[in-house]
């Protein structure tokens, strides 16, 4: 069979196998898939695989990042927690952005603000080399490392950390069990799946956070819109200040900002 040509046909199509946004996704289908590959690429998005698999890229703020699978698609709601994350780095700061995946948001800071250093890290050694790539692709310098969040970095960044930014997992497995196929299918689990509460990442990171930020220094998170509020609150009974929630592109409150005390004393190193 014949890929369709048109939009409409091919948006037609589309939409009777469920996909969500079937205008978009069958113009951009159109634009940038070779005729020889049309019908498999059309197929494969039926089929439900994200486009950006299929496209083999995916557009993030001013960059274009390379995406693999088995490792996290990094969605455009999470440009406002990249975007928080630009606007809170100092001229030569130093950030760090655990749960990195294709390295979305630690280029981003790299590329629009003027760090000292970025660093990023994730369990993933297939996700390790694609944010490597991506790094090399934007020319600019991010240090990947693999490794469990903060683990891996340096002792020497204890208590310097100007910005520390992270989408980490934080759907229970009841929930993941309801995401659309493009997520649970595509996705790996485990930049998915944080536990039993969903809060189980980000309450690591929340009570790292006094003992790796410099006083001042800034912690962003990304959760979903009905942990918001649960995690704000457990970042100010860390003693975090100036707590604060924002709300997503589509309005919805996801992204987490709470900062160290500016003359709070030098936690105790655990």
Request: charged residues 25%; glycine residues 8%; contains cysteine.
């Amino acid at each position: 069979m014949n890929a369709p040509t048109e939009p409409a046909t091919l948006a037609q199509r589309l939409a009777e196998a469920g996909v969500e946004t079937p205008d978009v996704d069958a113009r951009l289908l159109l634009r940038h898939v070779s005729p020889p590959r049309l019908d498999e690429a059309i197929q494969r998005r039926i089929a439900r695989e994200p486009l950006q698999l299929i496209l083999g890229t995916a557009g993030f703020r001013y960059l274009e990042l390379e995406v693999h699978p088995g490792v996290f698609i990094p969605r455009p709601e999470t440009e406002v927690l990249a975007g928080e994350a630009v606007s809170r780095t100092p001229p030569g700061g130093i950030v760090v952005e655990p749960c990195t995946g294709t390295g979305a948001i630690a280029i981003a800071v790299a590329t629009e603000a003027r760090p000292s250093a970025v660093y990023a890290t994730d369990i993933s050694e297939v996700a390790v080399g694609v944010a490597r790539r991506n790094a090399k692709r934007a020319a600019v310098s991010v240090e990947v490392v693999r490794g469990d969040l903060l683990e891996p970095l340096p002792t020497r960044l204890r208590g310097r950390l100007d910005v520390l930014v992270a989408n980490p997992p934080y759907v229970t497995a009841e929930e993941f069990a309801e995401l659309p196929p493009e997520v649970a299918h595509w996705d790996p689990r485990s930049a998915l799946v944080a536990g039993a509460t969903g809060h189980e990442i980000s309450d690591r990171l929340i009570l790292a956070a006094p003992a790796w930020l410099r006083p001042g220094g800034w912690l962003l998170l990304e959760t979903s819109e009905h942990r918001a509020g649960s995690t704000a609150e457990r970042a100010a009974g860390a003693g975090l200040e100036a707590v604060a929630i924002e709300k997503d592109l589509a309005g919805r409150e996801r992204v987490v900002l709470a900062r160290r005390p500016v003359h709070a004393p030098s936690p105790r190193r655990a």
